[in-house]
């Protein structure tokens, strides 16, 4: 491998440099004409300085402060938990100097291009069509898993389990006295293919079950934001109704979903089916009518169909987890392309997960469109910030163990990779949990860094499609978006092919630019909005979790 391909400078303000391979201690790598001599062992994706530092002198990755050296570091010392800790610089909506006028990249190639979605009433257009029940809850969450258990197969929407594992044969085998090492070697995988298609109800891609643990007995703030949460996601382009399970006597009470159901979408032609525990005879009955009010809003939405869409009705969601120290140099870059590229064509975008965004609040504040969304997000994140602190658990120690290990050192190292996946465009709208999309362009949207959490929250606020990046690997999914898993490296593509769906590794590879990886990106998310499954959507990996406000980071 060339010197070129195995470091990388990103920002000309940085002070450290990122090895693309596994690099060896005394290997002297040259940059710029400039030669060092690695102190340590270099493993790829991590990071080693360009320039002796003594303690408490800053480090500079991205072109932003990244963190402080806890003690002197040799010029080719490798960066670690041990000599660097997490700084940022200081942040003030007062100073926003948004002053730039944004171009948009060339988008002349997806003008005229379509996807094929479901139109509805309020002039959105979903990625898929699809039906929910929901408890308001957890004392419905058994109900609605004796709905699923009597709905799914019988209504043609799959087998309950997509993959046999063959238990019968290991009874038998223990039976007739096989040992544990004969348990271990016998293959139980029994795959079974499917045909994801329905053919009761062929316009519509599923019904979905959302079980959660909240909705009573933990603080009312948190049972009507799950209201709201609930609301958004009936409210989604990509759902055609709902059937809602309560049981009357809790925090999370009907007349709050329904209020900001009708404030989300006043002219609301959706079916929404409310039933109350506490005001039908018996549980059966309560569960007869819920499986014939679920059935005649299937008819319903059975009758809407794919039609040819403008890209300008995609809102996407930008997401990443399992990050590593390739996200921000290969998979974020282009979700920021493809960011650039669905703003320029009159959609919008939307950029979550607020703890990492620590370090680079006033880059976002400057690209605001007003003094009042500076202000607010500013707002939020001050706020958010004190509260996790408070707690113990502030935003510098968001990375997990994984990140850390592979080349994430601060909070602030992966808050200014993460930040890539909302490219360059200015911001439009910044949103707090639950709040809906309603502007073109960049939005920021509050929630946690926890993927499920984020993702979750994401669909809440009105995205039809989720792009995640990863590096490490994760199945999350979403019950009513498709989320499209992106790589940031080859290997991780090779090693995971049943859970990624698009790989950007040929960036780190030096193979492929960042713009040839996001229009090819863009054309793959066409066809899943077009109907394409996901992986994450064949494995049926509905992920929901709602956001208990301050419990989680």
């Known amino acids: 491998m060339s010197n070129k391909n195995k470091i990388l400078k990103i920002h000309p303000k940085d002070n450290v440099l990122v090895a693309l391979t596994d690099l060896a201690k005394g290997e002297k790598v040259t940059y710029n004409s400039q030669e060092f001599t690695l102190q340590d062992a270099v493993a790829a994706k991590h990071k080693f300085t360009t320039e002796k530092l003594s303690k408490g002198d800053a480090v500079y990755m991205y072109g932003v402060l990244v963190g402080r050296a806890k003690k002197d570091i040799k010029e080719g010392g490798l ?46 257009v979903g990625t898929e069509n699809n039906w929910l029940i929901i408890p308001l809850v957890f004392c419905q969450n058994r109900n609605v898993e004796v709905l699923k258990q009597a709905l799914v197969e019988k209504l043609g929407f799959g087998k309950q389990q997509h993959l046999k594992l063959d ?26 293919r499917h045909q994801y298609k329905n053919p009761l109800f062929p316009n519509v891609d599923g019904i979905h079950f959302l079980t959660h643990e909240g909705g009573c007995g933990g603080a009312t703030s948190d049972s009507i934001a799950l209201c709201h949460l609930l609301a958004g996601y009936i409210n989604n382009p990509n759902v055609a109704g709902a059937t809602v399970l309560s049981l009357g006597c809790q925090h999370a009470q009907a007349s709050i979903l329904e209020n900001a159901l009708a404030k989300m979408s006043p002219n609301n032609k959706k079916p929404v089916f409310v039933l109350e525990q506490q005001q039908i005879q018996s549980e059966q009955e309560l569960l007869a009518e819920a499986v014939k009010k679920t059935f005649i809003g299937l008819m ?8 040819p869409a403008p890209l300008s009705k995609l ?13 921000g140099i290969s998979a974020n870059p ?10 320029g064509l009159g959609g919008a975008t939307v950029l979550s997960e607020f703890p990492e965004l620590n370090g680079v609040e006033q880059e976002l504040i400057n690209r605001c469109t007003s ?5 607010k997000f500013s707002q939020i994140m001050s706020t958010y910030n004190a509260k996790a602190d408070a707690l113990g658990a502030g935003f510098y120690a968001n990375p997990s163990p994984g990140n850390v290990k592979d080349g994430l050192i601060t909070d602030a190292i992966k808050s200014a990779g993460a930040a890539k996946k909302g490219g360059t465009s200015p911001v439009e709208d910044v949103l707090d949990y639950t709040e809906q999309v309603t502007k073109p362009g960049l939005n920021l949207l509050c929630t946690p860094g926890n993927d499920v959490e984020s ?42 092919p049943d859970i990624i769906d698009f790989n950007t590794g040929a960036i780190i590879e030096g193979k492929a630019s960042i713009e040839q990886m996001g229009e090819a990106l863009l054309d793959f998310v066409i066809e ?9 959507k064949q494995l049926r990996q509905d992920d929901f979790i709602p956001w208990k406000r301050g419990m989680s980071l």
């Not at 319903?300 to 039609?307: M, P, S």
């Open 167 to 192: 238990v019968d044969t290991l009874i038998n085998d223990y039976k007739n006295g096989a040992s544990e090492e004969d348990i271990l070697k016998k293959d139980i995988l029994k795959e079974e």
């Open 79 to 124: 960066i670690s938990t041990t000599n660097l800790e997490h700084d940022t610089e200081k942040y003030s909506a007062e100073d926003s100097e948004n002053k730039e006028v944004w171009s948009a990249p060339d988008i002349s190639k997806f003008v005229n291009k379509t996807f094929n979605g479901y139109h509805r009433a309020d002039g959105k």
């Open 300 to 307: 319903q939405a059975n009758k809407i169909e794919r039609k």
């Open 455 to 496: 993702t979750t929250g994401l669909a809440g606020s009105g995205c039809n499609v989720i792009l995640f990046t990863t590096g490490l690997g994760t199945p999350t999914g979403n019950p009513i978006t498709p989320v499209v898993k992106v790589s940031t490296n080859s290997a991780l593509y090779k090693k995971m």
């Open 528 to 536: 899943v909005a077009s109907g394409k499954l996901t992986k994450a």
């Open 334 to 343: 282009t979700l920021g392309y493809v960011s650039d590229l669905i703003v």
């Open 315 to 327: 809102v996407i969601g930008l997401e990443c987890g399992g990050s590593d120290g390739f996200s």
């Open 371 to 375: 003094k009042e969304k500076a202000k």
